[in-house]
């Protein structure tokens, strides 16, 4: 595959709820697999704050929130209460007004609005993440999506990947039938997109030779980006699939809307006392997430596991040797590069755990 630019493309987090270890595996896996890419070639990340928040999945909660608590100063709330009220949301039902979901709709598409509730959690995140040592995601920036609504629908429609409905009041979907792939709902009746509308709006003005999309998500979310692939490929876009397991918390894996994720929040392992410093946090945080839970695996999150490998990222830290050299560094990242053109993090990140200690710019990358 000739790559001239790796653009890392991972599913967006709507801001409704704390970091849970799922989400912490996922942006590690992404921050590790961009910088460690990079010093081989070209790679961009493409996170847009729109791509998750233009959704009915964040709008909904909204419409929500302003209706029981319309006086609530957000400033004051921490992550975590906020998620409790998300949890509560879909509880009771998760419905509402689909006029008033449509005006918060318009709002973001117009100005990038964000609902001072999802902006709290968003400067949450970034406190946490900043103190993880995860780079700039962008999440405190607002920027259009690549292209309107309306023209990536009807580039859509010219090469014969919808089923349109609206004429009659109807929906649209996506049509991969042509790949034995269901259809797959892309505008309901209301005229409220689905969160695959905003990522083909982002992705596909930015297809270009030599450019390949390295699209990360959970498997939960795999049928969908199936279909997004093969879009992409029906525009003349080249794209590699990566999916990851969720992270069992309780023994059980379940979305962030029903719960479960007290005492495993990111605010709550970055909470826990110890000796270790920040570098060794940062790398032991990486030990566990990319090291101990493989991109696949269902190994339930273990409080204990991950206090013992930010223990022996200290121990690690001590004994690295003080001599730098480039042509290690760059040895090692080809070692770990997949076929596709990426650095795979787990095989990277365990080449950390033999018995000869980590040279120390590699160790840089990790804290």
């Given amino acids: 595959m000739v790559l001239d630019e790796l653009v890392v493309a991972p599913v967006t987090i709507t801001p409704t709820k704390p970091l849970t270890p799922t989400h912490v595996k996922g942006l590690l896996w992404t921050d590790i697999l961009v910088k460690a890419s990079a010093s081989l070639g070209r790679v961009r990340l493409l996170w847009n704050n729109r791509m998750a928040t233009l959704t009915t999945q964040s709008t909904a909660f909204w419409h929500y929130l302003d209706r029981i608590e319309p006086d ?18 879909h509880a009771e039902g998760g419905k509402s007004d689909p006029r008033a979901v449509g005006a918060y709709l318009d709002r973001i598409d117009e100005s990038g609005w964000i609902h001072p509730a999802s902006r709290r959690v968003l400067d949450s995140w970034r406190a946490e993440l900043d103190l993880l040592g995860v780079g700039d ?140 410093d920040r570098a060794a946090y940062r790398l032991g945080m990486r030990l566990y997430f990319a090291g101990v839970l493989p991109r696949r695996s269902a190994q339930p999150f273990r409080m204990q596991l991950l206090r013992r490998c930010v223990g022996r990222a200290a121990r690690m830290l001590t004994r690295a040797p003080a001599d730098a050299d480039d042509r290690s560094l760059v040895a090692t990242l080809s070692r770990c590069r997949d076929r596709s053109g990426f650095v795979d993090p787990y095989r990277l990140t365990t080449s950390l755990l033999g018995p000869v200690p980590a040279a120390p710019e590699l160790l840089r990358m990790y804290t």
């Fill in 72 to 89: 609530t100063d957000w400033s004051r709330e921490s992550a975590a209460l906020i998620g409790e009220r998300y949890v509560r949301f």
């Fill in 137 to 276: 995601l962008g999440l405190g920036k607002d920027r259009p999506l690549a292209a309107p609504a309306a023209t990536t629908l009807d580039a859509l429609a010219e090469r014969g990947l919808l089923v349109d409905h609206r004429r009659f009041g109807g929906p649209v979907h996506l049509d991969g039938t042509r790949w034995g792939l269901p259809l797959r709902q892309l505008v309901g009746s209301d005229g409220h997109p689905n969160y695959l509308l905003s990522i083909l709006r982002e992705l596909i003005p930015a297809i270009g030779p030599g450019r390949v999309f390295l699209l990360v998500f959970d498997d939960g979310l795999a049928a969908d980006y199936l279909l997004l692939d093969r879009m992409l490929t029906a525009f003349g876009g080249r794209s590699v699939r990566l999916a990851f397991s969720r992270v069992p918390v309780g023994g059980t894996v379940r979305s962030s809307r029903y719960g479960g994720w007290s005492g495993s929040t990111l605010s709550d392992l970055s909470a826990v006392t110890g000796s270790a």
